[in-house]
């Protein structure tokens, strides 16, 4: 075991107690945690598997105000999703940054319809804008989309949004929180909380990596565990009460990773209204293309949701009406499939839903536990603020002034970005500690190449010693993206990152287990139904 996850289950086995446990470390827990810290509050987060391993590493990448949200008349949601926008590309700016789209336009119609929306978008942002919305003619959207189908097309309009390395973004806001004091632990179940008087005072983990159970007091436990926030629930509550009604309704989004030659340049496509009236996404994204993404109610909740066939065949069908070259089945890298925990009703436990009109939603149960679900990534700063802020009306903490996260740059955080989000993957994404990896053993040693970028064995021990990565899954899905990317070239790497990490990590990794098991998840990211 690395001596670093040594020491941060010494701190939390010592009997300390905190003042906020914070349970999920996906974007919300992560930001909950970074929220608080900051404050000066004491947390220990604790994470199940990996960060960002559940739905925060699935997104379609984009840090957005929501087009679409603009088309129902939610103002004040855009509004803020704009203005967090900004702030994420401030704090950042090494994992988060400006992406112009383009939308064609194949009706006369389209361009002024969408364009007045859009340019409502631009006046929402107002100084926080990241450029201005533009008509464009045919050969103009051609120029900026060499691939666009041109039969038909008669203009477009190109607006801004941003778009962002999701995994890596919540890994930083954790190790943001850690420097801020937090005790934060990935391969850390929850399994039960511990009630005394009625209210909830701690929780009983499990060291996933070591073995053993630790007991960690807290004033306040925030339940953050996206589409798994009823599991958790469900442990709030006495033997023989029956169990409480579920409050999420997941819903699934898959996206296909076919190359750059199907949409080559630095534009993303947006198509607003698809045959059946969904939106679609083509974006550029570390040297590959994104297609996606569908939305699909499901009952059940599993760690790696296999996509259906009718929403791989839906996203190559309607990529090819607007793209010159139709992706096949045969050009699909990396498929990959994210659950939405969509809010189908509040608590019945006398939880105050104060957020109702917000994406997200916020219930403080009878015991005190606080349960946040819901929203979006671009939202997780806002989110937090909120969380906090029912911690202090339900006196669960007391009151410190909030805001603190606004200018706070993130751990790695550049003045400035040196390569765009749409390069390959490389040590750009380090930003300032890019000088700590090259230091390390193996910096000019490529396991993968992709044009200046790719995997070198100091991002393997970089992952090990700086970045909490316990298996090459952790590697290989979310501190460098190449499953996501490239399944099949992922699982070519699994057996060097393996024998890198077996170094690192010393006796108690099974290295040969870590790769077989990655070998496994990445057959499944190449298996289309
Ligand atoms: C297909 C898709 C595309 C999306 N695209 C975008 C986008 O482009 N832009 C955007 O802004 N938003 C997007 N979203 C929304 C965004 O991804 C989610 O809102 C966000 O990631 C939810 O984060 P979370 O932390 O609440 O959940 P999660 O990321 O799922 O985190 C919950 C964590 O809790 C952990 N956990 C569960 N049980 C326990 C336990 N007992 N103990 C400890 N830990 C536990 C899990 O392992 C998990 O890591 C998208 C969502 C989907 C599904």
Not at 117 to 142: C, H, I, V, W
Not at 164 to 179: G, I, N, S
Not at 256 to 275: E, M, N, Q, Y
Request: charged content about 20%.
């Amino acid at each position: 075991m690395h001596s670093i996850r040594r020491q941060t289950i010494a701190a939390l086995a010592a009997g300390r107690s905190f003042d906020l446990v914070v349970i999920g470390g996906g974007a919300t827990g992560c930001g909950v945690a970074l929220d608080a810290a900051a404050r000066g509050f004491s947390v220990a987060l604790l994470e199940a598997t990996d960060f960002a391993q559940g739905t925060s590493s699935r997104a379609t990448k984009l840090v957005h105000g929501g087009v679409r949200y603009l088309a129902q008349g939610n103002v004040s949601l855009v509004r803020e999703a704009l203005h967090e926008r900004a702030t994420l590309l401030a704090n950042a700016p090494h994992l988060a940054q400006p992406l112009a789209f383009v939308m064609p336009a194949y009706k006369l119609w389209e361009a002024p319809f969408y364009g007045v929306g859009l340019k409502m978008y631009d006046a929402l942002a107002g100084s926080r804008g990241l450029g201005p919305t533009e008509f464009l003619t045919a050969s103009r959207t051609r120029e900026l989309l060499p691939t666009v189908q041109m039969r038909g097309l008669v203009g477009g309009v190109k607006y801004w949004d941003g778009q962002f390395d999701d995994a890596r973004v919540a890994l930083a806001l954790a190790r943001t929180a850690q420097a801020k004091g937090a005790v934060v632990l990935n391969h850390c179940p929850v399994t039960a909380l511990v009630r005394e008087g009625g209210n909830v005072t701690g929780v009983i983990a499990r060291d996933a990596i070591g073995g053993g159970e630790l007991r960690i007091a807290a004033k306040c436990i925030v339940n953050a565990t996206g589409v798994w926030v009823d599991d958790v629930r469900d442990m709030d509550r006495d033997g023989g009460t029956p169990a409480k009604p579920g409050i999420v309704a997941p819903s699934q989004g898959v996206h296909l990773i076919v190359d750059r030659a199907f949409l080559p340049g630095t534009h993303a496509l947006l198509v607003p209204k698809t045959a059946d009236g969904r939106v679609l996404f083509a974006v550029p994204w570390m040297g590959k293309t994104i297609l996606g993404t569908t939305d699909t109610p499901r009952d059940d909740i599993v760690r790696e949701p296999a996509p259906f066939h009718e929403e791989v065949e839906f996203i190559l069908t309607e990529a090819g009406r607007y793209l010159s070259k139709t992706p096949t089945r045969a050009d699909v890298r990396s498929v990959w499939v994210g659950l939405r925990p969509l809010v189908k009703h509040d608590g019945d436990d006398g939880e105050n839903t104060k957020s109702l009109s917000r994406e997200h939603t916020v219930l403080v149960g009878r015991s005190g536990l606080v349960t946040v679900t819901g929203g979006k990534w671009t939202t997780y700063r806002a989110m937090a603020e909120d969380v906090l802020a029912h911690c202090f009306d339900r006196r669960l903490l007391p009151r410190r002034a909030g805001g603190v996260t606004v200018h706070l740059p993130l751990v790695g955080a550049p003045s400035r970005a040196s390569t765009s989000m749409t390069a390959p993957p490389g040590e750009h994404l380090y930003g300032d500690e890019a000088s700590t990896l090259q230091a390390l053993p193996g910096a000019e040693r490529w396991l993968w190449r992709d044009g200046a970028g790719g995997l070198s064995e100091a991002m393997v021990r970089f992952a090990a010693r700086h970045e909490m990565a316990q298996s090459v899954e952790d590697v290989l899905a979310r501190r460098c993206r190449l499953l996501f990317l490239d399944a099949a070239e992922a699982a070519r790497q699994a057996d060097a990152v393996a024998r890198i990490l077996a170094e690192e990590l010393g006796s108690g990794f099974d290295a040969a287990a870590s790769q077989a098991a990655f070998e496994a998840l990445a057959k499944q990211y190449q298996t289309l139904p």
